[in-house]
């Protein structure tokens, strides 16, 4: 026997044993965390803070930028300054998510030539009152920023 052939021969030895010993997690049960991957309904929302709060102790935070008027400004979390540059950020964020939709219906109707007399018939008002609260919004905004 060749040295070469007689080091394949350890090497294959030594690999094989230290496969049978390598651990996986074939064994393991799952995820330890029920109802993570539930819708975001009402009943869902329900259970899964039911879960979190049941089994470690914590409580579940609501979103700040979701609250109403008066919740939002007496959050003691975070002080003004904070809350209304969160709610910049925040709102970018969302705007962001708009901007993605409307790109990709916008492609989706010209690549498709969907014209606008194929909407249905609340859509047109739709885009228009869509349109407005744009607007406003981007009143307000200016009001913030000056």
């Given at each position: 026997m060749s040295i070469s052939s007689k080091l394949k021969e350890i090497i294959d030895e030594i690999?094989?044993?230290e496969?049978?010993?390598?651990?996986?997690?074939?064994?393991?049960?799952?995820?330890?965390t029920p109802y993570a991957f539930t819708g975001n309904d009402k009943e869902s929302k329900k259970k899964k803070e039911k879960q979190a709060?049941?089994?470690t102790g914590y409580t579940v935070v609501k979103e700040m930028y979701d609250q109403n008027y008066p919740s939002f400004k007496q959050d003691e979390g975070k002080n003004?300054?904070?809350?209304v540059n969160g709610a910049i950020k925040e709102i970018n964020k969302r705007l962001f998510q708009i901007e993605r939709i409307i790109n990709r219906a916008s492609k989706l109707k010209s690549e498709d030539g969907i014209t606008n007399d194929?909407?249905?018939?609340?859509?047109g008002p739709r885009i228009n009152k869509i349109a407005e609260r744009l607007f406003k919004?981007?009143?307000?905004?200016r009001e913030i920023a000056g």
């Amino acid at each position: 026997m060749s040295i070469s052939s007689k080091l394949k021969e350890i090497i294959d030895e030594i690999v094989h044993e230290e496969l049978e010993e390598a651990s996986t997690t074939g064994n393991v049960p799952g995820y330890q965390t029920p109802y993570a991957f539930t819708g975001n309904d009402k009943e869902s929302k329900k259970k899964k803070e039911k879960q979190a709060t049941n089994s470690t102790g914590y409580t579940v935070v609501k979103e700040m930028y979701d609250q109403n008027y008066p919740s939002f400004k007496q959050d003691e979390g975070k002080n003004s300054k904070q809350k209304v540059n969160g709610a910049i950020k925040e709102i970018n964020k969302r705007l962001f998510q708009i901007e993605r939709i409307i790109n990709r219906a916008s492609k989706l109707k010209s690549e498709d030539g969907i014209t606008n007399d194929k909407y249905w018939k609340s859509t047109g008002p739709r885009i228009n009152k869509i349109a407005e609260r744009l607007f406003k919004v981007s009143k307000k905004l200016r009001e913030i920023a000056g």
